[in-house]
């Protein structure tokens, strides 16, 4: 299987929480992000979290990250219509990152 | 505006042709990247150039050529394409050591017919 997986899609209305979810296989991975793509543009890092730690939140972001079963998610709170995009998580190695595929945010009004 | 721009944005060729895709930093980075994104596939590390050296080659195709010329260019030369390269290529800059924190140009989505 692929190193980083995500699910490809993912649509709510505005207003609600979107939770994008990430499984990594790296168990020596130290950080751990998300980034963000908008169309036409390249990846904006959004957040990450070092590893040692459970949670992280800025503002409408929430990262969670489970290190036991190398589950990693992105909640998103109130969700804008802006807010539509392509996710990627993401670990970091010794010399490179692993993306995963992205996930494809569609926020309906 | 991210700081890394690449030319052209959008490149059509036939299997043929051959064209290069450029790729500029203005950060002062030492480090810079080339990756292929298609669609529904994870993001692919092509190449790493390091203060010009190229140190990564993650088992690219010879029919993908890249240029680092100084700290701040970066080319990819490419000829005799196949269809299935047809992708978004993004280029990436960040400091020696760094790469965790990357800054991504908007890419070339590239057209292979």
């Known amino acids: 299987g692929e190193d980083v997986e995500q699910s490809l899609f993912l649509s709510v209305r505005e207003g609600d929480s979107s939770v994008i979810n990430c499984t990594y296989t790296?168990?020596?991975?130290?950080?751990l992000y998300w980034y963000k793509q908008e169309p036409g543009a390249g990846l904006q890092l959004l957040t990450y979290?070092?590893?040692?730690?459970d949670m992280k939140q800025d503002q409408r972001l929430t990262v969670l990250l489970n290190k036991k079963d190398k589950h990693l998610s992105l909640r998103i709170a109130d969700t804008q219509t802006g807010d539509s995009a392509i996710y990627f998580c993401?670990?970091?190695?010794?010399?490179?990152?692993?993306f995963g595929a992205g996930t494809r945010l569609t926020v309906k009004p | 505006e991210t700081g890394v721009t690449q030319t052209p944005r959008h490149l059509v060729m036939g299997m043929t042709n051959k064209k290069s895709l450029k790729c500029e930093q203005h950060?002062?980075?030492?480090?810079m990247y080339w990756y292929k994104q298609s669609a529904k596939k994870p993001l692919e590390l092509m190449f790493v150039y390091n203060f010009k050296e190229q140190t990564e080659n993650n088992s690219v195709p010879s029919r993908f050529s890249p240029e680092c010329p100084n700290s701040s260019h970066l080319f990819l030369h490419l000829h005799t394409l196949q269809p299935e390269d047809s992708a978004l290529y993004l280029c990436?800059?960040?400091?020696?050591?760094?790469?965790?924190?990357?800054?991504f140009g908007p890419g070339t989505r590239l057209t292979v017919l």
């Open positions: 993401a670990e970091s190695r010794v010399n490179d990152m692993r």
């Open positions: 950060l002062g980075h030492n480090a």
């Open positions: 979290i070092f590893s040692n730690m």
């Open positions: 990436a800059s960040s400091q020696l050591g760094q790469v965790d924190t990357q800054y």
């Open positions: 790296d168990s020596s991975s130290t950080y």
